[in-house]
C-alpha cells in the first residue's frame, strides 16, 4: 500500500504517502460504505442494512460541529414534535440516528446512477450520494496534488484517486473541496468554512510571496473575464465554457465572440492553471477546448498537439480505464481533418452520459466536485 492514514495535526486524520508515488498513480480506490441513490432519500434504512463493523466505521468519520449540531436540533425537533415517550433504549438509538445523518452530511460525495426502464429501454441519470471511509480522511488544499473521480469500470464502481504531481514519501496527500478552483482567497475561505468548518492553510492561503503572487494570476484573469463576460462571473469554468467548445464563443448577454478572442482567453485560463499548479482534470478540458478552437481555425497541427495534451492530462487524473478519458482517446485516435471540420470537438464535449445497463444498480462516471 503506497499511503497510511495518521493524525495531520489540527486537521485530524490525513493521508500520507509511504514511499515516493509517481504522477498518474492510482493511488487508492474505494467502493462506497453508504449509498443513498435518488429513490432512496431515507439515510437510516440504509445505514441499517449495514453490519455492526460498517456501522463503526461509518461513525468514526470526522464532522464538521456546525454540520453535527444543526442535524442534532433537526432529529430533536422532529422527535419532539412527535411527542412520544422514549425509553432509556430509545434515547440511544435517537443518538445513534443523529451521529449517523451527521457522519453522512459531514463525509459524502455526489455521484451519478444509471437507471436502465426495462419497459422502454430508456437510461436516465439520477443523483446518488455515497460515502468512502477512507477517501474521507483526505484532507483539503488549493492547490492539491492528487485528484479523486468515480469510476464505473472499476470494481462496479469505486472512486479512485490518482496523483497529479509525483509526491514525496511522508508528504500528506491532498485533494480540492471547492466548485470553484480559481475562486479568490477571499471566496475561498468563506465557502470552505461555511461548508466544512474551516479555514484553509493551504500553500497559498497562509499569506507569503506565492499567495500574493497566486492573488495577482486570478485577479488579473478575472479581470480579463469580466471584460469578455458578464460582470461578477460566479464560475471562471462556466464563463469559458468547460461543457462543451460551442458555450465558449458565447459572450453572458448573448453576444458572439470572436475566435481570436475566444482562443487568448482560454489561453490565458491554462497559463493561470498552470502557473497555479491546477493540472487536474479541469486542465485538461481546457486543453481540450484549445485544442477543438485551434481546429476550427485550421490549424490542424497545434489542434493534434493540444488534443495530446488533453488526453494526457486526463489519463493522469482519472486513470486510462475511465470513461471520460476512453471517450478522449477514442476521439484523438479517430480524428480526421479537412478544411472545414471541427473534428475535435468532443475532445471539450461534457463526460459522458450514464451507459445503458441491465443492472439498475450500475454507477456511471462523475467527477468528483
Not at 469505486?158 to 482567497?185: K, P
Amino acid at each position: 500500500m503506497s499511503f497510511e492514514v495518521r493524525q495531520a495535526g489540527i486537521k485530524g486524520f490525513g493521508i500520507f504517502a509511504r514511499h515516493r508515488i509517481a504522477r498518474g498513480s492510482r493511488i487508492l480506490s474505494e467502493r462506497p460504505l453508504l449509498l443513498v441513490k435518488h429513490n432512496e432519500i431515507n439515510i437510516l434504512g440504509a445505514a441499517s442494512r449495514l453490519s455492526k463493523a460498517e456501522l463503526d466505521t461509518l461513525l468514526a468519520l470526522s464532522v464538521n460541529k456546525a454540520k453535527r449540531d444543526s442535524v442534532w436540533n433537526l432529529v430533536d425537533v422532529l422527535f419532539q414534535s412527535a411527542q412520544l415517550p422514549l425509553s432509556k433504549k430509545g434515547r440511544r438509538s435517537i443518538r445513534q440516528k443523529r451521529d449517523i445523518l451527521a457522519c453522512f452530511y459531514n463525509n459524502n460525495f455526489a455521484l451519478s446512477v444509471s437507471l436502465s426502464h426495462r419497459d422502454d429501454g430508456v437510461t436516465t441519470t439520477a443523483a446518488a450520494r455515497g460515502v468512502f471511509p477512507t477517501i474521507a480522511r483526505l484532507n483539503h488544499s488549493c492547490i492539491p496534488n492528487a485528484q479523486g473521480n468515480f469510476n464505473r469500470n472499476v470494481d462496479e464502481g469505486s472512486f479512485t484517486i490518482h496523483a497529479l504531481r509525483e509526491i514525496a514519501a511522508g508528504e500528506e496527500i491532498t485533494v480540492s473541496y471547492l466548485h470553484d478552483e480559481l475562486a479568490s482567497h477571499e471566496e475561498r475561505q468563506h465557502w470552505l468554512h461555511q461548508v466544512y468548518g474551516f479555514w484553509c492553510q493551504c500553500g497559498i492561503c497562509s499569506g507569503g510571496d506565492e499567495a500574493h503572487r497566486s492573488h495577482r494570476r486570478r485577479e488579473r484573469l478575472r479581470d480579463e473575464l469580466s471584460r469578455a463576460f458578464a460582470p461578477n462571473t460566479p464560475l471562471l469554468s462556466d464563463s469559458l465554457g468547460l461543457s462543451g467548445p460551442s458555450n465558449v464563443a458565447g459572450a453572458g448577454d448573448g453576444a458572439k465572440m470572436d475566435f481570436e478572442k475566444s482562443q487568448r482567453l482560454v489561453n490565458l485560463t491554462i497559463e493561470t492553471y498552470e502557473q497555479e499548479g491546477l493540472v487536474g482534470a479541469e486542465l485538461a478540458s481546457l486543453y481540450g477546448v484549445a485544442a477543438s478552437l485551434a481546429d476550427s481555425a485550421g490549424d490542424h497541427g497545434e489542434a493534434m498537439r493540444l488534443g495530446a495534451r488533453s488526453m494526457e492530462l486526463e489519463r493522469d487524473a482519472t486513470g486510462e480505464d475511465s470513461p471520460l478519458y476512453q471517450m478522449r482517446r477514442r476521439s484523438f485516435e479517430n480524428l480526421q481533418f479537412d478544411q472545414a471540420g471541427s473534428s475535435l470537438s468532443r475532445f471539450a464535449a461534457a463526460p459522458p452520459k450514464a451507459q445503458s445497463s441491465e443492472d439498475d444498480n450500475a454507477l456511471s462516471y462523475a467527477p468528483w466536485t
